[in-house]
């Protein structure tokens, strides 16, 4: 029963040591792996980081070349924007000139044409104030004309009057002569009757009555030749009378027709005094008219433009400062790597071996003679500690069976 204690003892001790053995190589494989991994993540860690360093620098590249495109574009631009001011500086100068030029053309035509008018208008008056002093001349030229007719009937009325006035006193004093010889020839014939009464030879109441009678009959035909010339100047004072009407009537139609003739004379002056007035105002009123036209004509022209150098200098552009970027920074040195594994199976054979070689050996002690099987029980259930349970326990079942 003891050899085969001990073989199981041995067996325990050689089964515990091959145990931790390969407990240490499983330990080792493992440290190994987190070793080999720390270093596989520190060289990924490593190339990352420089693959982060060459992708910051290519970001930097192309900012610069982003920065530089920036530039030459914001010159470009700026350059165009320079180059169309200038040009829109010049077409607007150009526009101003020719619409400068323009106006003041239209101002000389428009200035023209006013005085074209003004002249035109001037000439019309001058011909209305002709027509208006040839009408006063005609008019004038007829107040002479009715005027001279008056002059001519005032003669002829005053002709007519006198030779009137003469064929009536002519006519007069030969119904006068006439009455004269009448009464001469009376007379005679009385003295020729009373001659022949007293031829006769009659006295007394017969010579008398004869000569009564003759002298009766003569005092009766003087008579009546003194009431026919009484009549016939009566006759005649009344035609004297009427040709003095006539005359006095021709010379008030005549005053009348003089105060229509002078009437017609001031009409005639106060017509030219009007038309020399008229002309005056018309004239005054086309110099009026044609300053307003030109003031009109001057309001339309333009400011002349400035000299051109004496427009407002456009300032060229200034070139775009340039920006510096600075390189992406750059790791130089390798950082060292994570620390190897440590090697956790040194000694562990020459461990097994040995505790292999104890467990041998204290089988071996258990089957010394002087040892109580009892005894020997409790030394190797005290020495093998809790890892030799499994021979403690096949002892203990060996004491009990």
Request: overall charge neutral; charged content about 25%.
């Amino acid at each position: 029963m003891a050899w085969p204690l001990m073989l199981m003892t041995a067996a325990g001790a050689g089964l515990s040591a091959w145990g931790n053995y390969q407990s240490a190589q499983a330990a080792q494989g493992n440290a190994n792996d987190a070793a080999e991994a720390a270093e596989e993540m520190a060289e990924y860690n490593w190339e990352e980081r420089k693959n982060q360093e060459s992708y910051a620098q290519y970001n930097v590249d192309v900012a610069r070349i982003n920065e530089e495109s920036l530039r030459f574009f914001t010159d470009t631009m700026n350059l165009d924007k320079y180059n169309r001011e200038l040009y829109i500086r010049d077409y607007n100068y150009k526009s101003q000139v020719e619409e400068f030029n323009k106006t003041e053309g239209q101002y000389a035509k428009q200035i023209d044409y006013n005085a074209m008018s003004a002249t035109l208008a001037r000439d019309e008056q001058t011909l209305w104030l002709d027509e208006q002093l040839k009408q006063a001349a005609f008019d004038f030229e007829g107040i002479l004309l009715e005027s001279r007719s008056l002059d001519i009937k005032a003669g002829r009325a005053r002709d007519t009057y006198t030779l009137n006035q003469s064929d009536l006193n002519l006519k007069q004093r030969g119904k006068r002569a006439e009455f004269v010889a009448k009464s001469m020839e009376g007379w005679q014939k009385k003295l020729q009757a009373e001659g022949k009464v007293r031829a006769m030879g009659q006295a007394g109441r017969s010579g008398r009555k004869n000569r009564q009678s003759v002298l009766a009959m003569a005092g009766q035909q003087q008579s009546m030749l003194n009431s026919m010339v009484t009549r016939s100047d009566l006759s005649f004072d009344i035609e004297h009378r009427k040709n003095s009407q006539e005359y006095s009537y021709a010379r008030q139609d005549i005053g009348v027709e003089r105060a229509g003739l002078a009437l017609s004379l001031r009409k005639n002056d106060a017509t030219i005094d009007s038309a020399t007035a008229q002309n005056k105002a018309n004239l005054l009123r086309i110099e009026h008219q044609n300053y307003g036209a030109d003031m009109a004509a001057d309001n339309q022209r333009l400011s002349p433009p400035p000299a051109y150098e004496d427009l407002p200098p456009i300032t060229p552009p200034y070139y775009t400062p340039k920006t510096y970027i600075a390189d992406a920074y750059r790791t130089e040195n390798k950082p060292p790597g994570g620390p190897g594994a440590p090697n956790l199976t040194a000694g562990a054979g020459l461990q097994a071996a040995g505790t292999f070689i104890s467990g041998i050996a204290k089988a071996a002690a258990m089957y010394e003679p002087s040892a109580g099987v009892g005894g020997g029980v409790t030394k190797t259930g005290t020495s093998a500690g809790t890892s030799q349970s499994y021979g403690g326990q096949v002892s203990s079942g060996q004491l009990g069976g």
